[in-house]
């Protein structure tokens, strides 16, 4: 028979006797049937995604003159945040293959002759996928937002050292954030100048003249500025309209802030992805009655949790598929796979935006994906056994 490789029967043919719901021999053996798939799966539709950011990280070698080491750090937080999207659709990949094989083998027809109910034969794969939620989970809330950060904050050093790769060395460089400056040397990997000269007119009525012996450019997160930090130098302040009077200033480090924007709009300042749960709730309980910050950060809280369970749904859709189709589901899963994919994003993608306006609650709206795609599995389901 078709299921005693599984060594589920006995070769006479006869039942084997499991008095518990859930068949632990046949968890084992569906995990070892869907892991493979679901590994393959995972770095396929990561990889796919990697893809589509090919012309983003080409820029940064091109344009931003970043080093193969940063591009690839890069594309590690990249591939990283993509995870909570990839895995659910690389588990329907994984359930698909290995149900359908199973479904047109027989074994899943064997398995219901052996008195295992449709149910009971879906309790290891929901098991299995409950696993999976969780890992998810736990890197939706606190792994990937970390990688996110990392990613904004390289984005940002790059960006640093692409302003210092636009400087020339020896001559007058104008439109430097306001200023005129002249540096004999520059480092622009290490956004650091020698021998500086600034002029800066930003303030008409007390322009200043500074030099320095060395000059960084900095950033500061915390403050959301870039700060050109210069050191053992002196700044001559001239006052127009005090006859002429000029004051001479010796310092030894000196700071002249180069950018500053409102509140939340530079990229040094988190983002909602980027926060963690802990970061989250706080940033929840400081918002007061900023209805619109409320809303934005509980769509974010429930967009993790929903990402990651949607492997749930996903299950019990591909279990549902895979027992109602054969070879050719098999032969085109990552087509399938890609088309429920789209499908879900764009129901998404739709509540998403009711949820934002304010046509529906947050919760209501991340989740209603969710609750559709399990409708339709189970409907199919009952169809199947109907």
């Not at 020339?168 to 956004?191: D, M, T």
Request: glycine share 8%; proline share 3%; with cysteine.
């Amino acid at each position: 028979m078709a299921l005693d490789n599984w060594g589920l029967l006995r070769k006479d043919g006869r039942e084997m006797q499991v008095r518990r719901f859930i068949s632990w021999p046949l968890t084992r053996l569906l995990a070892r049937e869907i892991l493979g798939s679901f590994v393959l799966g995972t770095a396929i539709f990561l990889m796919i995604m990697l893809v589509f950011q090919a012309i983003r990280l080409s820029e940064f070698l091109v344009v931003h003159q970043a080093g193969l080491r940063d591009v690839s750090k890069i594309s590690y937080s990249l591939i990283v945040s993509f995870v909570p999207i990839a895995v659910p659709v690389a588990f329907l990949f994984a359930v698909l293959m290995g149900i359908s094989r199973a479904n047109s083998e027989g074994e899943i027809l064997a398995l219901q002759l052996a008195g295992f109910s449709p149910i009971r034969i879906f309790a290891p794969l929901g098991l299995f996928s409950l696993v999976v939620a969780f890992v998810s989970v736990w890197m939706s809330l606190y792994y990937v937002p970390q990688a996110n950060r990392r990613f904004e904050l390289m984005v940002g050093r790059i960006d640093s050292e692409r302003v210092m790769a636009a400087l020339k060395p020896g001559i007058f460089n104008h439109g430097f954030y306001g200023l005129v400056l002249l540096a004999e040397q520059i480092n622009s990997s290490r956004s650091l100048m020698r021998r500086v000269f600034i002029y800066d007119n930003r303030e008409n009525t007390h322009p200043l003249t500074i030099t320095a012996q060395d000059g960084t450019l900095q950033e500061f997160a915390d403050r959301g500025i870039r700060t050109l930090r210069l050191r053992d130098g002196t700044i001559h302040i001239e006052k127009p309209y005090a006859g002429g009077v000029q004051q001479k200033i010796n310092f030894r480090i000196y700071d002249i802030n180069l950018e500053f924007s409102p509140a939340g709009e530079l990229w040094r300042d988190f983002s909602a992805p980027s926060y963690t749960l802990s970061q989250l709730r706080k940033r929840l309980s400081e918002a007061g009655g900023d209805l619109m910050l409320v809303r934005r950060l509980e769509i974010e809280l429930h967009r993790r949790y929903s990402l990651a369970l949607s492997v749930l749904a996903f299950a019990v859709l591909g279990f549902a598929i895979g027992c109602r189709s054969h070879k050719g589901v098999r032969s085109g899963a990552i087509v399938l796979c890609l088309l429920v994919a789209l499908v879900y994003w764009l129901f998404y993608l739709a509540a998403t935006a009711l949820a934002a306006t304010g046509w529906i609650l947050p919760w209501l709206g991340i989740w209603l994906p969710n609750f559709i795609l399990i409708g339709v599995g189970v409907i199919l389901f009952r169809r199947n056994y109907a």
